[in-house]
């Protein structure tokens, strides 16, 4: 009995160590399939332009002729000569910065109306809202262009924020993170004598922190990375985006290919170290999402 006992423990041991192990290799193999072709990228920013295209593709720059490894950042250099990375950047922050502030601020509050504020066609108007999430972005674009237009912040950096400057998603999840709070709390705030704002500002939006920067650090991004509506609105090459820097060099074919890798890395750059600083308020944001939702 003792040894039949002690054989079934055995097994679910090994059964238990043959799980550990297959979850260990998945995770493994999605980390390799996730951050391989950024790792490939920074190692290819190192590379001379001749050694990037080889017969027998190697991850360490290695001379053709002689089979030596090396690193360059001559490609770096070429990258800084070509694009104006201080106006790129300058130009690219500007809009980022700005439309995830007044984005998060008008979001926050329409949530907030949403999860608390029972006013007429409540309901429906948020259906109708969520109901626009199902139409396809490029379906507003020539729309978005002709208002931009007859605003007359065409070809300005205006234009480019204007239009995105609310998020249906955004007010959506505000909506979700704001019902998670107990309403007591505010009960207790406006029986304290706290007018409506005063209870949103220092009762409710501290509450929902973590939510904050999470849509903050994504509205960012987005704006960040944002291609298609630059390249529609804007003409006027002082006013471009790091995104369209980057595809201006994708115009001057393959032979820039060398400097599109390089800027590429000093593209990407900004926005790891920002998921680094904010890493803890992304997770405890993305968890608290999930179980609110």
Wanted: glycine share 6%; aromatic share 14%; charged share 15%.
């Amino acid at each position: 009995m003792i040894l039949h006992k002690a054989g079934k423990e055995v097994t679910y041991m090994r059964q238990e160590s043959f799980k550990k192990i297959l979850l260990y290799a998945v995770l493994i193999l999605t980390t390799v399939v996730m951050i391989g072709p950024f790792i490939w990228l920074i190692f290819s920013s190192l590379k001379l332009q001749q050694d990037m295209y080889t017969i027998y593709p190697s991850l360490i720059a290695r001379d053709r002729a002689t089979g030596e490894l090396y690193i360059t950042f001559k490609n770096y250099l070429e990258a800084f000569q070509i694009l104006d990375f201080p106006n790129l950047f300058k130009n690219t922050l500007l809009v980022a910065i700005i439309n995830t502030l007044v984005n998060l601020f008008l979001n926050s509050m329409a949530g907030y109306a949403f999860a608390r504020i029972n006013f007429p066609g409540r309901e429906k108007i948020f259906k109708i809202m969520l109901i626009s999430l199902m139409v396809p972005g490029t379906v507003l674009l020539i729309p978005n262009v002709l208002i931009v237009k007859m605003l007359g912040i065409y070809n300005t950096r205006a234009g480019l924020i204007f239009p995105f400057v609310m998020s249906v998603y955004n007010v959506f999840m505000m909506r979700q993170f704001f019902f998670g709070i107990p309403a007591s709390l505010e009960e207790a705030a406006r029986i304290d004598g706290a007018g409506r704002f005063r209870t949103f500002f220092e009762i409710a939006l501290p509450l929902v922190k973590p939510a904050l920067v999470t849509l903050g650090i994504f509205t960012f991004l987005w704006n960040y990375n944002n291609f298609l509506w630059p390249l529609v609105v804007l003409t006027d090459q002082q006013k471009y985006t790091l995104s369209l820097g980057l595809g201006s060099l994708i115009t001057m074919g393959s032979s820039k290919y060398h400097i599109l890798v390089a800027s590429s890395v000093v593209v990407a750059l900004p926005l790891i170290v920002i998921y680094m600083m904010f890493q803890k308020y992304i997770t405890e944001g993305i968890i608290a999402g999930s179980i609110k939702g």
